[in-house]
């Protein structure tokens, strides 16, 4: 037939004139609308159909639009059976005949007994309508119709350009907080947080008019994302592609409730949702915060588990460096690969560096679904993989347990040395020391009270009084370990029948129960010297960490760590985040620690502003693990990088 268009879409050569499409989906009551910022999109719509198509010109989005609301072979044949018959009609129609016309912007679809949709392909292909024709020499531009504007509506922004790149701002803060902590997270929770980052930042996008800017920021994210998924290895995210439409998520995600997702803002609730049910299946599972089913055999674990991943990096990168995806050539030993995935998964739950953990997750899982030979890797770096004993037992690590035991005793000497040179200075009763001569003598001896508690108890068994009435205050440096430290040996001290006397050479077994110790490392670490600097900003001041369950020892192990004056615990339910937006509001809080791995962004965004309002600082800590809330809180301080 002359004059036909004839353009492909997904492998279907479409065969009708444009004006006579655009025309019959009208008078069925389908509304057209274009967007154009480098390609274009159509949005087809009738009452609570919805299908998005992409093109060169209109003319291509059209067709791509039309080509999934009719997917099928025998579908399209129906429906240019359909179109034929109206164009056939239109032409036998007396020159009398009125038209069937719809207003530009309230469209009235048709009724059901005239013209209606048929409601089965068999229906479609006997419509009968009667429309005004449109010109021939119409054919050759966009497909356009008499009943509608020559320009169909383009849709209206609801977002204008700055807003739009505040919120791809305020998510990208987000993401800089929350992807360091995401590395230590199972693939399938890896893959679900971004999706729905990605498929938020085309939201903000797709809600504003086109902006060369917003363009720019969501390419930029697109980028990054795309990064961190070359990094983390944990499978495909459809959103990344330019090309994809929010339909193309359901690759991903589980098959919703009702029709598939038609925004990108549909597509982020959904994986934000579909990341909620994971984490409570995960937990029904017994698996751990992160998503991992062998939390239990993370113990004995390994001394230095910082240095057991430097050591893995060192060997890794002289094969392939991170941050490009290794050649074909460029493999592993089968049994290297086994032993690296085994010492992974054991350092796990210690590691400080979980940046280079989660990027060399990524490189082990590349190289495990890569590899021939790698069955064995490839079933141990799987979340839901559980050996049969502890990892240190796996990996035969008695000869480092015994290296470690080593080490220990060599350290217990070292502070027992110390101590011994402490002791040797303890003021005597004849020299009528000072209170301030006992305080800084209690100054370098109560930190050794973990292990000494009879040593120095008996040093200062003459200043007994003096010791009892003693103010915390008056102790140089007195954090809140050192006065509970001095409370226990009050105790001690006003019960002397209690106090051991072991002999001077007998050295104690030094307790390894030190929460924040082990969390910050000595005060001459890096983590140390950081935790000192974020200490003088939080000290004595109010907090609320916010999460989504009650966990007291996070709770008590995060107040230490900051010495706050008030730790409260909100858990992230709808009323409560309400009643506590108002409170922060209002200046209750000094510090609001939002757990942000564990609430969706409604909440977050609630929180944001409500800091927003006053001068409390809102802090994104993830999942609270306490070394990434110091460091969450050293950059919002602005203290990180001077530490490092």
């Known amino acids: 037939m002359p004059g036909l268009l004839a353009r492909v879409v997904d492998e279907y050569n479409v065969g009708v004139r444009p004006s006579s499409l655009h025309r019959f989906l009208v008078t069925h009551g389908y509304e057209t609308a274009y967007r154009e910022d480098g390609f274009t999109e159509c949005l087809l719509v009738c009452r609570d159909e919805r299908w998005l198509g992409r093109g060169t010109d209109r003319e291509g989005a059209l067709l791509d639009a039309v080509g999934r609301a009719f997917p099928s072979s025998l579908a399209r044949t129906l429906l240019e059976r359909a179109i034929e018959r109206l164009d056939a009609e239109v032409e036998l129609e007396p020159a009398e005949q009125v038209p069937i016309r719809f207003s530009p912007t309230q469209p009235s679809p048709p009724s059901d007994a005239e013209v209606a949709l048929p409601q089965t392909l068999a229906a479609l292909a006997q419509a009968n309508v009667v429309v005004e024709e449109e010109a021939e020499d119409e054919d050759a531009k966009a497909p356009v119709s008499t009943v509608v504007p020559s320009n169909p509506p383009i849709l209206r922004p609801t977002l204008s350009e700055a807003d739009a790149l505040a919120k791809l701002a305020e998510l990208r803060a987000k993401i800089d907080i929350d992807a360091e902590e995401l590395g230590l997270c199972s693939p399938p929770r890896q893959r679900l947080v ?68 038609m925004t990108w803002a549909a597509v982020a609730d959904l994986a934000e949702l579909a990341l909620h049910t994971m984490e409570q299946e995960d937990a029904s599972r017994d698996r751990d915060d992160y998503g991992w089913a062998d939390a239990h055999r993370l113990r004995p674990p390994p001394e230095d588990p910082d240095e057991v991943l430097r050591e893995m990096l060192t060997q890794i990168e002289k094969i392939a460096p991170l941050g490009r995806l290794p050649e074909s050539h460029e493999l592993p030993p089968p049994e290297r690969l086994v032993e690296w995935v085994r010492k992974l998964r054991w350092v796990r739950d210690g590691v400080e560096d979980v940046r280079t953990w989660g990027r060399i997750a990524g490189r ?281």
Not at 217 to 236: C, E, H, T, Y
Not at 386 to 410: F, G, I, N, S, Y
Not at 542 to 571: I, K, P, Q, Y
């Open 194 to 261: 971004l999706l729905a980052w990605m498929a938020r930042a085309r939201s903000y996008q797709d809600d504003a008019a086109p902006s060369s800017r917003i363009y720019d920021a969501v390419r930029s994210f697109a980028k990054m994302i795309g990064q961190l998924a070359k990094d983390w290895w944990p499978g495909n995210v459809p959103a990344l592609q330019i090309t994809s439409r929010p339909v193309d998520a359901l690759k991903t995600l589980p098959p919703p409730d009702s029709a598939p997702p």
């Open 364 to 644: 082990l899982r590349f190289w495990a679904r890569k590899e021939r030979d790698a069955a064995v890797a490839a079933k141990e770096i799987e979340p839901s993989f559980v050996p049969d004993r502890p990892w240190a037992h796996v990996l035969r690590a008695e000869a480092m347990a015994t290296a470690d035991a080593q080490r220990k005793l060599e350290e217990d000497a070292r502070r027992a040395e110390e101590l011994g040179r402490v002791l040797d200075e303890a003021p005597r009763p004849e020299a009528s020391p000072t209170i301030e001569e006992l305080s800084a003598w209690l100054a370098r001896a109560l930190p050794f009270t973990d292990a000494y508690q009879a040593e120095v108890a008996n040093a200062m068994l003459p200043f007994r009084d003096q010791v009892l009435s003693l103010d915390a205050s008056r102790i140089e440096g007195a954090d809140r370990r050192i006065r509970r430290r001095l409370a226990k040996l009050r105790d001690t001290l006003a019960d002397p029948g209690s106090i051991e006397h072991p002999p001077a050479s007998t050295r104690r077994a030094v307790s390894v129960v030190q929460p924040v110790e082990e969390l910050v490392g000595e005060l001459a670490s890096p983590n140390g010297e950081l935790r000192r600097r974020v200490i003088e900003h939080t000290k004595g001041r109010r907090a609320v960490f916010v999460s989504n369950r009650t966990d007291e020892d996070l709770r008590e192990r995060v107040g230490e760590l900051f010495d706050f004056e008030v730790l409260d615990w909100v858990e992230a339910e709808p009323r409560r985040i309400d009643a506590l937006a108002d409170t922060i509001a209002a200046g209750a809080y000094d510090f609001v620690l939002g757990a942000t791995g564990f609430m969706d962004h409604t909440v977050d965004g609630k929180l944001s502003r409500a800091c927003k309002r006053t001068d409390a600082r809102y802090i994104r800590v993830n999942r609270g693990r306490p070394t990434a809330c110091l460091r969450a809180v050293a950059r919002s301080l602005g203290e990180l990088n001077d530490a490092a």
